[in-house]
């Protein structure tokens, strides 16, 4: 018997891709979406394994459409990656953005545990939870200080993953994932618009990219890295919480200037910044120290900002 795993969120850039390392792995894939009937799935479409998940829509902030989702699967494994997940939006959608995380997560948690079954869980926590720390980089042992409402459900998550791990005996755990990039990442996020817009001028394009503070330092990975060590938590004897990072951080500056480059064209030229674009609370750098996903699961981050932006833009010109 293949075991069963539920992805919730698998329309996402990590839904896919992890979707895809479990079947390779010989596991029987469920995902859910809000809404199954009217999500294109387009992000599974691209990777070629449209066909071979069962989808099923569910809304996290519901229990009953939680409880029967879990009790039609039956799955060994949830994987939460559902939610709001984009920080500058969160600043606009407040409300939605924690209950999505929020409650969301505390329904799963819950219907866990109302089904009695060992069913092992993970949560996809954020390194936005650890806020603004100055030039140092953040482990499991960093206290959290959000700085959004995004980062402030994240948090609020990974508590409730905490509590009902030491709590009710859940085997539990929480991802806490830095920045990861893939050609499947939506225009909304800064990385995609930047390669986007660079690939377009580089095939003629008039246009200005506005962006925001450049100055801004992130810890970039790679995604179909990132969800390998979504699946070795779960693989563990014991359940526990993992930074999961690259351990290096680049200015956004110099990731617009490589983005260019590489498409043969002087970043200066086109691309100005717009106050607009500034969040009302920022983090200035973001950067984490994956040291005890070495140790424990033997993860280690091997794309870093050069290879990943290389990727994106070949993938973007093929298009
Ligand atoms: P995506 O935004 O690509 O996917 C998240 C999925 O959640 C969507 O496909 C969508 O599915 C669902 N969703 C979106 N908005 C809502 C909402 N308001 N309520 C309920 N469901 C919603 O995220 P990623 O794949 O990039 O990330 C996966 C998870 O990891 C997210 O929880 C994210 O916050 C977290 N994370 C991501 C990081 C990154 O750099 N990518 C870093 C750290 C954490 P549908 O529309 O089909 O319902």
């Known amino acids: 018997m293949s075991k069963k ?4 969120g698998i329309s996402g850039q990590d839904g896919a891709y992890l979707a895809k ?4 792995k010989g596991y029987t894939v469920s995902g859910t979406s809000r809404d199954a009937q009217v999500s294109n799935f387009q992000s599974l479409s691209r990777l070629g394994i449209r066909g071979e998940i069962k989808l099923e829509s569910m809304s996290l902030n519901d229990f009953r459409s939680v409880l029967q989702v879990l009790k ?3 799955p060994d494994e949830i994987y939460n990656l559902a939610g709001q997940s984009s920080v500058g939006l969160s600043f606009d959608q407040p409300v939605e953005t924690l209950e999505s995380i929020a409650t969301g997560t505390l329904n799963l ?3 866990i545990r109302f089904t009695g079954e060992p069913i092992k869980f993970y949560n996809a926590g954020s390194s936005e939870c650890f806020g603004d720390i100055g030039d140092r980089s953040a482990n499991e042992a960093t206290p959290f200080r959000p700085r959004s409402p995004y980062g402030v459900a994240k948090a609020a998550a990974f508590w409730e993953v905490a509590n009902y791990r030491e709590a009710y005996n859940l085997f539990a755990c929480s991802g806490i ?3 990861h990039e893939s050609p499947l990442r939506p225009e909304r996020f800064v990385t995609q618009k930047i390669i986007t817009s660079a690939c377009r001028i580089a095939k003629g394009e008039t246009e200005t990219l506005n962006l925001g503070n450049l100055r801004i330092e ?4 790679w995604a179909p890295e990132y969800v390998e060590a979504m699946y070795l938590m779960l693989q563990q004897q014991r359940p526990d919480d993992y930074v999961i990072a690259t351990g290096e951080s680049r200015k956004l500056q110099d990731f617009v200037a490589e983005a260019f480059a590489c498409v043969g064209l002087d970043w200066s030229q086109y691309v100005t910044t717009d106050s607009s674009l500034l969040r009302p609370t920022d983090l200035a ?3 984490g120290d994956p040291s005890k996903a070495k140790a424990r699961l033997g993860w280690q981050a091997k794309y870093k900002m050069s290879d990943i932006i290389r990727s994106m833009i070949e993938t973007k010109l093929a298009q």
């Open 5 to 8: 795993a539920l992805i919730c």
């Open 21 to 24: 390392l479990l079947l390779e």
């Open 72 to 74: 039609k699967i039956q």
């Open 109 to 111: 948690l819950e219907a």
């Open 177 to 179: 994932l830095f920045n």
């Open 218 to 221: 992130r810890d970039w990975g």
């Open 285 to 287: 750098i973001s950067r």
